[in-house]
């Protein structure tokens, strides 16, 4: 399993709020929840993602409430993964359960910079920066998290 994309670069305690605003949480649809991504912290934040592109964060992503609604407007956005120093608990189970692809690494975090090119292959849990020809190590998926995030979340893994 694997992805490359470039990255959109956000700092620390960014929080469900600002991933997505209450005010859209109306609707279950998730292109209208992709659509308001991340506006309240960079308001072209959706007119710039491309599918694959990857968030870089540092500690605490995902503080917050424990909405399901900010890695599905994650996910939906275009966004293949988000690495970050830390991930909220309850954040972190959300988005494993809805098949977005999550990676902790502090040093990742610290040396990869917006716009940056970065690849990423889950099996070994390495992360190379093409633009800065650097690699970072992270824990790498176990098999049954690598078989959520392929199938697409929990509930497509678990149907027959």
Request: with cysteine; proline share 3%.
């Given at each position: 399993m694997k992805t490359q994309g470039f990255v959109h670069k956000f700092g620390d305690n960014v929080d469900t709020d600002v991933i997505i605003p209450a005010r859209y949480l109306n609707t279950a649809d998730h292109k209208e929840l992709a659509s308001h991504c991340m506006e309240d912290i960079d308001k072209d934040f959706v007119n710039k993602v491309k599918p694959n592109d990857i968030i870089v964060a540092n500690y605490n992503f995902g503080c917050g409430s424990s909405r399901e609604h900010a890695p599905i407007a994650i996910?939906?956005?275009?966004?293949?993964?988000?690495?970050?120093?830390?991930f909220a608990r309850i954040f972190y189970r959300n988005s494993i359960n809805i098949g977005l692809a999550i990676l902790e690494?502090?040093?990742?975090?610290?040396?990869?910079?917006?716009?940056?090119?970065?690849?990423?292959?889950?099996?070994?849990?390495?992360?190379?920066?093409?633009?800065?020809?650097?690699?970072?190590?992270?824990?790498?998926?176990?098999?049954?998290?690598?078989?959520?995030?392929?199938?697409?979340?929990?509930?497509?893994?678990?149907?027959?």
């Open positions: 996910k939906a956005s275009g966004i293949s993964c988000v690495i970050a120093k830390t690494c502090e040093e990742a975090a610290d040396k990869i910079s917006e716009g940056d090119e970065v690849a990423i292959d889950f099996d070994t849990g390495v992360i190379t920066n093409l633009t800065k020809n650097e690699t970072y190590q992270a824990e790498p998926f176990p098999d049954f998290i690598k078989d959520i995030i392929n199938k697409g979340g929990l509930l497509n893994s678990i149907r027959k």
